[in-house]
């Protein structure tokens, strides 16, 4: 598939930002960013809108570290932009991302927040494994966007053919 112009649809996949360990007695899907995570998400927000990219909906996992790399993008892009925060983004496969992602709506531009491995199976599921290895050869980073054209509109028993328009990390991969 070659992109050009406005895509039928646009899928932004983005894991979260760095999270600190979690402290004793706390739950993983309460843990929060840590300093670097917070720095993270606020810079993959800023340059995704310096580039031009900005979904029109938000779904996000509800645990706190998801929730947490989601808020730049609705205070960098406009506060009314709309956030679903789905409980099943925490724990459930790559089939749930991908109905998520493709449910049949009105907005052509949706973005995912979630975890690894279930991003990193999503995103190779979508472009296949050497474009996926080529764009992140270390595995996922924290904070990387994937920004994913579609020539017609996907949904989740037929995705059809993506086109990787663009991946953004915080830093640079090593």
Request: hydrophobic letters at 40%; a negative charge; charged letters at 20%.
């Amino acid at each position: 598939m070659t992109s050009l112009g406005t895509p039928a649809f646009r899928l932004y996949i983005l894991r979260h930002a760095r999270a600190a360990w979690a402290q004793p007695g706390q739950s993983d899907f309460e843990r929060a960013l840590d300093d670097e995570g917070f720095a993270e998400a606020e810079i993959i927000a800023e340059e995704a809108v310096d580039q031009g990219y900005g979904p029109s909906l938000i779904i996000s996992s509800t645990a706190l570290r998801c929730r947490q790399t989601a808020a730049p993008f609705r205070r960098t892009i406009s506060e009314d932009l709309p956030i679903e925060y789905v409980d099943s983004l925490y724990s459930s496969g790559v089939e749930t991302y991908a109905e998520l992602a493709f449910a049949a709506r009105a907005e052509t531009s949706v973005m995912i927040v979630g975890h690894n491995p279930m991003v990193e199976e999503f995103f190779h599921s979508l472009v296949g494994s050497e474009i996926a290895e080529a764009a992140a050869p270390l595995g996922y980073p924290t904070a990387g966007l994937a920004i994913l054209d579609f020539d017609s509109r996907p949904t989740h028993k037929d995705p059809g053919s993506a086109c990787l328009a663009g991946f953004m990390a915080p830093r640079p991969v090593r």
